[in-house]
């Protein structure tokens, strides 16, 4: 997985007053969630603002990224867990961190490759990935960029589901009942198949 810098500064002020004025400056508010444990067992959120520039790399892009964040010079490893967008602007405006380390496992959506020559299109099918990300837990140093999907086998009309999957290293939390991608009949396809059958 590829990492991305971010600087912050911490809030003091979370109400939504100082929130709005945050965003009235170019900025994002945004929590940061760790080990930290208030009395209840809840947890303890580090709030902090950053950039909407500097967040934009992070947020526009397809690919997943861990996040090394500078609040006020002191430094956290996170993943980017939540983001919240205005309904009617599509204003970014707010984003949860999750604070990681090398050793406890975390879920991330982890996008999707398919890979090769599916002998359903050599058939006249189209392939269609049905999903575009599927769900792993695993420590984030072995959560990789794509999970690759090798499809040659795949045969006209026929599924992948995730519970045929298997990447070494990660849990799959997607349910096993997903179809993640499929092969679909075409007209030329269906002619084809209905000649064959007259012949």
Do not use: W
């Amino acid at each position: 997985m590829k990492s991305i810098d971010i600087k912050g500064t911490a809030r003091t002020e979370t109400g939504k007053k100082a929130t709005k004025a945050i965003r009235n400056e170019g900025a994002v508010p945004c929590n940061l969630y760790g080990e930290a444990r208030d009395k209840s067992g809840l947890p303890v959120a580090l709030s902090f603002s950053a950039t909407a520039a500097e967040l934009r790399k992070l947020v526009y892009t397809p690919d997943i990224y861990s996040v090394n964040l500078d609040i006020d010079g002191k430094k956290y490893k996170a993943v980017m867990r939540e983001l919240q967008f205005h309904p009617v602007t599509d204003q970014l405006l707010h984003i949860d961190f999750y604070e990681i380390n090398d050793k406890k496992p975390i879920i991330m959506e982890v996008p999707i490759k398919l890979n090769g020559l599916a002998e359903g299109v050599r058939a006249g099918g189209k392939l269609a990935a049905n999903v575009r990300k599927l769900k792993v837990r695993a420590p984030y140093t072995q959560i990789p960029e794509r999970l690759e999907i090798d499809v040659t086998e795949l045969g006209l009309g026929k599924t992948i589901k995730a519970g045929e999957l298997k990447f070494e290293g990660l849990e799959l939390i997607t349910p096993a009942s997903v179809v993640v991608c499929q092969v679909k009949m075409t007209r030329s396809a269906m002619s084809a198949a209905a000649k064959a059958q007259q012949q």
